[in-house]
């Protein structure tokens, strides 16, 4: 069940209906959420419902005796560690991990197919695993850490685990933030319901209208079904998916937030127009917080930081860029895409470029986004053999049959469109009387009424979201 189904506008408008008369009560909201997260989470393939209630159960009682048997707390931990990272193990990286140990035994001439041993269940992703394993992690991790106390109620950890607006594709959201608010009903505003009906508008619009147009020309492309190529052909459609992934997650984001909102519960900001950052650090403090914070907190921070030297502030560096590129793919080209990371942000720290053309702001932002932009290649590329091919053709400055703007013209369009928002944004936050304006005038009724116009008539073809295969 997809937010741009006709299920999920069913689902939506009869839990709203039930919603006034369950959440006055703990447990009535609490086995309500659980039961309605669990509708939407089997609408997929229920089978895999057993997983997020083994991770469930193991963090649940795991927070338990952490504080019961203070002893055995690094046992305890462990333990949560090695059931919730040992099966997204399994599902995730089997493939991956079989593979590397193949290619390894080749070069000492010896044959051996792994892969067929693994079970048929265990090659089926489940959907949104990384994000309910690593929000059920940082659950443990606080409560071992003494900074959050365990609920005793099961229901109510359930309700903040598999909380369906952001049960599948995040935002992750922590223990800390959640569980109190959980303790609470809220009779939601008017304004806020208007806030929550713009974020869901604009998500979806970002959806539907954006990233769904650029598909068939993306996916026409990296599936090799396109006749054209090219320098300038493949710096379009590389220019193309980054806004297609960007307005596909940030979408999502906004329409899980604005679900939320209309709940009386509140996600922070998972995106913050990172095609606008300064400088690469600052485009991962807007890309994709609630992960890029998870990874900070939780791997970058303990393993130093910044505070422990050149040396260890680099290896602390890698070893995070690197999970978070396997977090996201069992694929080599999810490790070249963070290794990319690794050399860009590892150069920007060494020089401090941004901050000496700080002057030129427009150009820093259009040369963190093309560094982002090649990094994104390989992020999207089948292979590495793909990927090195098409950044090939990047810069060898390879003529290209121009028709390909009259073929593809009915997606590149809303390319320009893409590019005309976050230009506007940038305007609006850089220039204050373009901000008075905006204000002034209340510009966010039309927008919200051109996005829902958009929305009816515009639409792509329906696709999933990207990062549901993550």
Known sequence: MVFNSLEFLIFFIIFFLLWPIVRKRNTSRWLFIT??????????????????????????ISGILLIKNQKGKKIILGFSLLANLGSLSIFKYSVFFSTIIQDVLKIINIEIDLIDRIPDFALILPVGIS????????????????????????????????????LVAGPIIRASDF???????????????WNAIKLICFGLFQKVVIA?????????????????????????????????????????????????????????????HPYLANSLRQFWTRWHISLSTWF??????????SYKGVYRAFFAL????????????????FIVWASLHIVFLYFERLTNWPNKLKKFTPFIIVIIFIQVTIAWVYFRAENLEQ???????LFIFKKSNLNFFNTYYNNIFFLYLGILIEVSIYLRKRYLPILNFYMHYNLDVISVSVSIIMILFFRGEGQQFIYFQF
């Open 318 to 333: 890698v070893v995070t860029m690197l999970l978070s590129g396997l977090w996201h793919g069992a694929n080599y080209t």
């Open 35 to 60: 039961t309605a997260s669990a509708i939407f989470y089997a609408w997929w393939d229920w089978r895999f419902l057993f997983l997020i209630l083994f991770s469930g159960l193991i963090d649940y």
């Open 387 to 393: 990927a090195n091919m098409i950044i090939g053709k």
């Open 179 to 193: 569980l109190h608010q959980l303790k609470t009903y809220r009779i939601v505003s008017d304004i806020e319901k």
């Open 296 to 305: 900070r907190d939780y791997i970058y921070i303990p393993m130093g930081g």
């Open 212 to 272: 769904d147009n650029l598909s068939f020309f993306i996916d026409s492309s990296f599936e090799n079904k396109s006749v054209y190529d090219g320098t300038l052909y493949w710096w379009i459609v590389s220019i193309a998916f980054s806004f297609q992934i960007y307005n596909d997650f940030s979408g999502y984001s906004l329409i899980a937030r604005g679900i939320a909102k209309l709940m009386g519960f509140h996600f922070k900001m998972n995106f913050n």
């Open 131 to 166: 994000f309910y394993t690593f929000q059920s992690l940082s659950y443990t991790i606080d409560i071992y850490r003494g900074r959050l106390q365990p609920t005793k109620n099961i229901l109510h950890f359930f309700s903040y685990l598999a909380m369906f607006p952001q």
